[in-house]
């Protein structure tokens, strides 16, 4: 069972419309992190993904394990949160 | 979540061709589905700012265009399944296709997928992908807040990309293989106004991207008027030189594509399978402009309209 979700974003960001579309679509709130109105969180995002892109999507579930999804990939975001 | 099986009109992908098709043939009153794996809107959507879309005196963001396109085509009753097709299947009467979201058919297929940025195809593009090197200004480029960046190519999209990036980067240089742009006269002079912060390589080959400690931390090219090795200290690459067609997942299905992988059609935009069409970016031919690639989701979705009601036999 997913406990929360946290998407990094910014403002031109289409796959990151993507992501928060799918999410809605299924039913799922989230937390958004803007990178550009939060760049000071630009560390945290590359820190949980290991890259320098959004969006960047960290699934957490009820035991606290996280899945940290790159980018707007449906192969691995629709296991992630079913 | 499974989805109706049976359709009259199926659309791989959802870029301006798919949505306008979409449009054409949902306000016919004829049901269409779409499949989009990525972005709504397509490379449309991932770029900055449309300039040369008729309609919009001032321009259009990309990913306001392509929501635009999506709420028109969605206002006439098309539904949008994000997913992805794995198999298509032409038969007589109709199409069946594998998708993720289980098998469907539909009485005609388009296929609407568009085209990617190409790879460069040097060392270190692979292994620092999204660490360093990338294909989307509006995706990433906010992780290079006062950095340097090297922007590979000469054509529209690395013009438009690099003066994009001037928002970010403190400064970049900009890789042109060849001896000129390829860039529209508009995009040239926009370049201009950034000179301050874009440096222009011509003659200038991308060879190698190299990294320590994880990091991309210089380009190596060549000077092709002197032969020369040059360095570009930067921390990180994007890279834009050209597209691809979206047609992999095609192979084996008896489509017939050119060499690259563009899908042939005839003058009715339908291909050398009964009932499948293709159109935009993907065909054979395209021109890989929005306001071309509008015009053939018209095109395509008239042409489907005939081939459902019979009235015109085509392909036989």
Redesign the interface.
């Known amino acids: 069972m997913v406990k929360n979700i946290t998407i990094f974003t910014?403002n031109?960001?289409?796959?990151?419309?993507?992501v928060k579309?799918?999410l809605s679509?299924k039913g799922f709130g989230y937390e958004e992190v803007n990178?550009?109105q939060n760049?000071e969180r630009?560390a945290e995002a590359?820190n949980l993904s290991?890259?320098?892109?959004?969006p960047v999507t960290v699934v957490t579930k009820e035991d606290d394990s996280q899945e940290v999804i790159?980018?707007?990939n449906?192969?691995r975001l629709?296991p992630a949160v079913s | 979540m499974s989805i109706k099986k049976d359709h009259e009109v199926i659309i791989i992908g959802a870029g301006p061709t798919a949505l306008t098709a979409a449009i054409y043939t949902t306000r016919e009153d004829i049901e269409t589905l779409l499949f989009e794996r990525g972005a709504i809107g397509g490379l449309a959507a991932v770029t900055d700012h449309i300039d040369n879309y008729p309609g919009f005196a001032d321009g259009v963001d990309g990913l306001v265009l392509a929501d635009q396109m999506r709420k028109q085509a969605e206002r006439f009753g098309a539904v949008i399944e994000l997913g992805e097709v794995t198999k298509i299947d032409a038969g007589k009467s109709s199409v069946k296709l594998e998708t993720t979201s289980g098998d469907v058919t539909a009485k005609a297929l388009l296929i609407a997928t568009g085209s990617d940025y190409k790879k460069v195809g040097v060392p270190g593009e692979k292994e620092f992908f999204a660490r360093g090197v990338h294909y989307c200004a509006t995706c990433d480029g906010a992780f290079y807040r006062d950095k340097r960046l090297v922007v590979v190519g000469g054509g529209n999209s690395a013009v438009q990309e690099a003066v994009f990036l001037t928002r970010f980067a403190s400064h970049i240089d900009l890789l042109v293989r060849g001896d000129h742009f390829r860039a529209s006269d508009v995009l040239q002079e926009e370049l201009k106004k950034h000179k301050d912060k874009i440096t222009v390589h011509m003659n200038t080959t991308t060879d190698e991207i190299v990294g320590e400690d994880n990091k991309v931390v210089k380009v190596i090219g060549t000077d092709k008027l002197t032969g020369k090795k040059v360095d570009f200290p930067t921390d990180g690459v994007f890279v834009f030189v050209g597209l691809m067609p979206n047609t992999q997942f095609l192979k084996g299905c008896g489509l017939e594509l050119d060499e690259i992988g563009f899908i042939k059609t005839d003058e009715n935009l339908m291909t050398n399978l009964k009932g499948v069409f293709a159109a935009g970016d993907v065909r054979h031919g395209a021109t890989m402009q929005i306001a071309s690639a509008t015009g053939e989701g018209a095109t395509v979705a008239l042409r489907i309209r005939e081939y459902i009601e019979g009235h015109k036999v085509i392909n036989e």
């Not at chain 1, 031109?12 to 993507?18: D, E, H, I, L, Q």
């Not at chain 1, 290991?50 to 959004?54: Q, R, S, Y």
């Open positions: 910014t031109t960001c289409a796959y990151c419309v993507m579309k799918y679509s990178l550009d760049p630009q590359q290991g890259a320098l892109t959004v790159v980018g707007f449906l192969g629709a």
